[in-house]
């Protein structure tokens, strides 16, 4: 069984901070060879990819969070834990985030809101 769970969201004040948190699992040690990504979904747009981090380490970031998101992850047995440090939020930055594996399984989404 694959699991994509992700946590962390919720309500944040502009200037803000939050971390988003996501536990990829499955039977067999599979997630470990996955790039791993965090996307967004803000409501009447098209969902976009906000950071990425591949098997080796490396990573990626949409050009309207590059100095203030921070993509890692943490490759256990079965499972590969994945996070999302957001600094310096903007409101701009309120969508529903989706933790994603291989560019094919999803997690649910978690809401992240940045307002006064």
């Known amino acids: 069984q694959v699991q994509l769970v992700e946590s962390g969201g919720g309500l944040v004040q502009p200037g803000g901070s939050l971390r988003l948190s996501c536990a990829a699992s499955?039977?067999?040690?599979?997630?470990?060879?996955?790039?791993m990504g965090w996307y967004r979904q803000a409501p009447g747009k098209q969902r976009e990819l906000v950071a990425a981090?591949?098997?080796?380490?490396?990573?990626?970031?949409a050009d309207s969070v590059k100095g203030r998101f921070t993509i890692s992850r943490v490759n256990a047995k079965n499972t590969v834990y994945l996070y999302l440090q957001m600094n310096s939020l903007k409101p701009e930055d309120t969508a529903i985030y989706y933790c994603?594996?291989?560019?094919?399984?999803w997690g649910q989404g978690t809401q992240v809101t940045v307002s006064s």
């Open positions: 994603n594996a291989n560019s094919i399984l």
């Open positions: 981090v591949g098997s080796d380490g490396n990573t990626n970031y």
């Open positions: 499955a039977t067999r040690s599979i997630f470990s060879i996955y790039a």
